[in-house]
Structures are given as structure tokens and as C-alpha cells.
């Protein structure tokens, strides 16, 4: 078998409020109260939280509540039905929360050879059905355990999360031959600090309060982004489709 040379480097992005607007697992809760599946108090709390994160950034406590709620909201249900999920989420959901300023930004990374890898705290299928649809490399999620295809409520290694990104990014950098001096990180929360650490091209996007001030202490990049920017894009997309119509 003939294979290709390894790849320059790897670029890893954050998902929530880095990738995209919010919180991906809120906009999962949204959809699984519209079917039914959660109750209007749980997507009452989601929105709390969401409201929240948006606000202040994300912070472990939170990250772990929104986490353990998911778990016992998937018990017993079906991987496959939370792909197809996933998938329905992103075209009716999030497709309209990406930030069009790093997704350029990761798309300039495949075009000049280098991985994409999502990493986030976020449900494994949920973070490769994004990184599918963008057509990014590949994703490092929160595994939740599955026996027979159904959910356990259990996980299998951890939240996906702090020093459990920096220790993805470092086994996937291994495994691509790929010295992490060379490599990129992107994420918004200071609790992503191991990670972008790790790297030797560290930047910061819409940082929350903690990230800003250590960023500017290491003399980080900085992107700044707006919401004008994501409604901006959903009107350019709207044009290209009727014209195609």
C-alpha cells in the first residue's frame, strides 16, 4: 500500500464559540425537545446555560451539568438515530451559527495540506457529523459508551475537556508524524489554555475575559469576531441559492 507524506502540520478548533455561535450541545437539546425527547424545564435550564455561555464563556461546572444532562437524556437510545439526529441538527441548526471567519480560516489550513481536527467537549457523533459536513479531517468528542448500539449514560474516557483536549491533540499529533511545535490550536475559553499551549501557533477567537488577559500577556493572536458577520453569511448564501434556482 502507497502512502502519501505526512502532513505539514494539524490545525485543532474548538468547537462551541469558536467553530460556531453558542453552544453545539444546547442546539441538540433545542432540537430533542422539538420531537419530544426532553422536557420544556430541561430546555428552559439549556437556554439558561446558553445564555450564559454566550455572555461569560464556558466554565468546568457548566461544561459537566450540560454533560451529565445529555448522558441521562441519551440512556437507552439509539447511536445510529443520534447520528441521523445530529445531522438534521446541523442543516436546521447550525449551519446558521458558524462562524464564517474560522471556517475560512480552517479551510485556508486543508488547502495549504495540513489535518483539520475538531476538538471539543461536545458528543463524539455530533463532533464528526460537523467536521464531516465541513469537510474537515476529523473530530476528538466526549465518547459515551454504547453496548449494542444503545447508550449506557456512562463515558468512556472522560469529558472531552481542559487537559483531556491537550492529551487528543498530542496522541493525534503522534499518530500524524507531526512535531506539535509546528501545529495550530484555536479555541475562545481559557480552559482550553493546556491545549493551546501545546502548540506552537496558538490563537484566541472571541476569548472570554481569562483567555483575553493571558493572550495578551504571551502575545497570542487574536481574532474578533461579530454576529453581523454570521448574518451576513446566511444572506450571501440565501443569493447564491436563488440564483442557482
Same mark, same amino acid.
Given at each position: 500500500?502507497?502512502?502519501?507524506?505526512?502532513?505539514?502540520?494539524?490545525?485543532?478548533?474548538?468547537?462551541?464559540?469558536?467553530?460556531?455561535?453558542?453552544?453545539?450541545?444546547?442546539?441538540?437539546?433545542?432540537?430533542?425537545?422539538?420531537?419530544?425527547?426532553?422536557?420544556?424545564?430541561?430546555?428552559?435550564?439549556?437556554?439558561?446555560?446558553? @445564555? *450564559?455561555?454566550? #455572555?461569560? &464563556?464556558?466554565?468546568? +461546572?457548566?461544561?459537566?451539568?450540560? $454533560?451529565?444532562?445529555?448522558?441521562?437524556?441519551?440512556?437507552?437510545?439509539?447511536?445510529?438515530?443520534?447520528?441521523?439526529?445530529?445531522?438534521?441538527?446541523?442543516?436546521?441548526?447550525?449551519?446558521?451559527?458558524?462562524?464564517?471567519?474560522?471556517?475560512?480560516?480552517?479551510?485556508?489550513?486543508?488547502?495549504?495540506?495540513?489535518?483539520?481536527?475538531?476538538?471539543?467537549?461536545?458528543?463524539?457523533?455530533?463532533?464528526?457529523?460537523?467536521?464531516?459536513?465541513?469537510?474537515?479531517?476529523?473530530?476528538?468528542?466526549?465518547?459515551?459508551?454504547?453496548?449494542?448500539?444503545?447508550?449506557?449514560?456512562?463515558?468512556?474516557?472522560?469529558?472531552?475537556?481542559?487537559?483531556?483536549?491537550?492529551?487528543?491533540?498530542? @496522541? *493525534?499529533?503522534? #499518530?500524524? &508524524?507531526?512535531?506539535? +511545535?509546528?501545529?495550530?490550536?484555536? $479555541?475562545?475559553?481559557?480552559?482550553?489554555?493546556?491545549?493551546?499551549?501545546?502548540?506552537?501557533?496558538?490563537?484566541?477567537?472571541?476569548?472570554?475575559?481569562?483567555?483575553?488577559?493571558?493572550?495578551?500577556?504571551?502575545?497570542?493572536?487574536?481574532?474578533?469576531?461579530?454576529?453581523?458577520?454570521?448574518?451576513?453569511?446566511?444572506?450571501?448564501?440565501?443569493?447564491?441559492?436563488?440564483?442557482?434556482?
Amino acid at each position: 500500500m502507497v502512502t502519501g507524506p505526512p502532513p505539514r502540520a494539524i490545525a485543532f478548533f474548538d468547537v462551541d464559540n469558536t467553530l460556531l455561535r453558542g453552544a453545539s450541545l444546547y442546539y441538540l437539546g433545542v432540537g430533542a425537545w422539538r420531537r419530544g425527547l426532553i422536557s420544556l424545564r430541561d430546555i428552559l435550564s439549556f437556554g439558561w446555560k446558553q @445564555a *450564559r455561555f454566550l #455572555a461569560v &464563556g464556558e466554565n468546568p +461546572a457548566h461544561v459537566s451539568r450540560v $454533560s451529565e444532562r445529555g448522558l441521562e437524556l441519551v440512556i437507552g437510545h439509539n447511536q445510529a438515530a443520534l447520528i441521523r439526529f445530529s445531522n438534521e441538527i446541523f442543516d436546521t441548526r447550525l449551519v446558521q451559527r458558524l462562524w464564517p471567519e474560522t471556517v475560512d480560516v480552517a479551510r485556508r489550513h486543508l488547502a495549504a495540506g495540513r489535518e483539520v481536527w475538531l476538538i471539543s467537549a461536545t458528543a463524539q457523533e455530533l463532533a464528526d457529523v460537523i467536521a464531516t459536513r465541513l469537510g474537515f479531517t476529523g473530530a476528538f468528542g466526549t465518547v459515551l459508551e454504547t453496548v449494542d448500539g444503545a447508550f449506557t449514560g456512562r463515558l468512556v474516557d472522560g469529558i472531552c475537556h481542559g487537559q483531556g483536549k491537550a492529551r487528543a491533540a498530542e @496522541a *493525534r499529533a503522534a #499518530a500524524s &508524524g507531526v512535531d506539535l +511545535a509546528d501545529c495550530w490550536a484555536y $479555541s475562545d475559553s481559557h480552559n482550553d489554555i493546556p491545549l493551546l499551549e501545546l502548540v506552537g501557533h496558538p490563537v484566541v477567537v472571541n476569548p472570554d475575559a481569562v483567555l483575553h488577559r493571558y493572550a495578551v500577556a504571551h502575545r497570542w493572536p487574536m481574532i474578533r469576531m461579530k454576529p453581523a458577520s454570521i448574518r451576513a453569511a446566511i444572506r450571501a448564501s440565501k443569493k447564491r441559492q436563488t440564483r442557482r434556482a
